[in-house]
Structure formats: C-alpha cells, structure tokens
C-alpha cells in the first residue's frame, strides 16, 4: 500500500470473515490495493456517490434443493432491477442426496451460517432471502420481500459509496460516512455470473432445466474501513466479469452501503 485514506487496512479482519476462497483471493489483492489522497478527486467522487443506494439481496439456494427453482426465478426478476443487488450464493449442505451443486462453495455455506449466528438462529435453510444484511424471510415470499426492499431503500445509513472500472482495467473505489457512524466497516468485492442454464439429471429436481441469475462466483473481502476519513481504494481489475462493492459490518452485521462496479 502506498498511504491510506480513511485508515484502510486490507490485513486485520476477523476469522470468520474469512473463507478460505477469500484467504486465497486476498493475496492476489493486496498487492495491487493503492490508496491515495487527492482533494480534488474526493470532491468528484461525493458528488458522484449523490446515486439511490442499492438493496442488497441475497439468495442461499441450492440446484438439489425442490423449494427453490421459484425462488430462483424471484431472484431472477430482481436482478433487473436498479435499485437491488441480487446475489444468489449456491450452499453445498444438499449435495449429498443426489446431485452436486456445480455453482456452491463451502464459503458461502459459511456465510448463511455466519448469519444464523448474528441473528441468534440454530439453523439454516434454503431458500433463504437476506436483505440488507439484516431480515431474513422464505426466497419465495416476493410480496414480504418487496416490501423489505422498499423500507430498506428508504433508510438513511449515513454512509454513501461509489464503485468504477475504467477502460484500462482500474477498479476506484470512494465512500464517505456521516459523523458518529460507527466503524469499522469490511469492504467486500463480489463478482457474479449474470445468466447460467443447468439441466439437472439426479436428485430432487432431475429432468428440470433451471436457469440462474447472478451466481455469485468470488466474494472477496478487501479489507476494513474505519470511517475516520473518506475511503479512497485503487486496484486492478482480475477480469471482466460484473461485480459489485459492499459495505458491512463485521461478523455478517447489517450491509450500509453497495454499489454496482460500472
């Protein structure tokens, strides 16, 4: 790193926030995270980050799990949505009756775990939404996730982010945070999958043809921000799959701020 704004610190993050993709990934990154001081840049950048803030939504699902291809399709329907973030992370819990996720990760069984955890919960489930970080409901009860979403688009966290790649390759990402929001915050970089078609042949949901919308393929986190000063975080792009840059706090705590990576 060559300086820091806002006390970024890609090195002390707590274990569970932690997988074993991302320990792996996080190498490769932080070798390439900059971050630099430029007054005239953050002044572009709040302007810039004066957008609507997205939902994020997340969607614990599985290919051998019966209950899910309707909530696949919901999540399908909002990812074309401006105003959310639909992500859906595949578990690996359900591969042993028949047929083998191909999109799941032991990660991101740990992540629905995590939550259970936070929310004081003894179990874990599929479909299951998250919104926001915070409420958790059935994937295929679209009117109780809607309004969901609305009550979480129209709350003010106090912290605003902005994500771009530019044509070379360069990831910047800025954010600002109202005083007496407390930090820190961990800086996830998500990357997905925007469309997959899977003919599944064993298992609950053999001979059905699914299709999958923002299979989620890496989440990465990045590091922590304090919030003491505005963030300001350079990086080259690995590749030119879409992602997404997401603010929460630790220990899978409510989600503050996300921006698509333009």
């Not at 969607?59 to 309707?70: A, N, R, V």
């Not at 191909?102 to 919104?131: D, H, L, N």
């Not at 996730?145 to 009550?151: D, G, N, Q, T, V």
């Not at 997905?192 to 078609?197: D, K």
Request: some cysteine; overall charge neutral; hydrophobic content about 40%.
């Amino acid at each position: 790193l060559d300086s820091l704004i806002g006390h970024f610190s890609p090195a002390h993050l707590e274990p569970m926030e932690r997988s074993w993709k991302e320990m792996r990934l996080m190498g490769r990154f932080t070798g390439c995270i900059r971050a630099c001081l430029a007054g005239s840049f953050i002044a572009a950048a709040s302007f810039a980050m004066a957008d609507t803030r997205p939902v994020v939504v997340e969607l614990f699902t599985s290919q051998g799990c019966s209950s899910c291809p309707p909530a696949d399709a919901f999540l399908k329907k909002l990812s074309k949505r401006d105003d959310v973030i639909a992500l859906a992370l595949h578990v690996d819990y359900w591969d042993y009756i028949g047929w083998k996720d191909s999109f799941a990760q032991p990660a991101f069984t740990q992540r629905q775990k995590a939550y259970a955890e936070s929310g004081g919960r003894r179990s874990v489930y599929t479909p299951q939404m998250i919104i926001g970080g915070q409420e958790h409901l059935v994937g295929t009860h679209e009117k109780d996730a809607s309004a969901l979403i609305a009550r979480h688009a129209a709350a003010d966290t106090g912290v605003t982010l902005s994500a771009v790649r530019d044509k070379a390759g360069q990831i910047t990402i800025t954010g600002e945070a109202r005083a007496g929001v407390a930090g820190p915050l961990v800086i996830y970089l998500v990357r997905y999958e925007p469309h997959q078609t899977v003919d599944i042949s064993r298992g609950e949901n053999a001979g059905r043809t699914v299709d999958y919308a923002n299979v989620v393929t890496d989440w990465t986190a990045l590091g922590e921000w304090d919030l003491s000063s505005p963030l300001m975080v350079q990086m080259k792009a690995q590749g030119d799959r879409p992602a997404v840059v997401i603010l929460q706090r630790k220990n899978a705590g409510p989600i503050l701020a996300a921006a698509h990576l333009r």
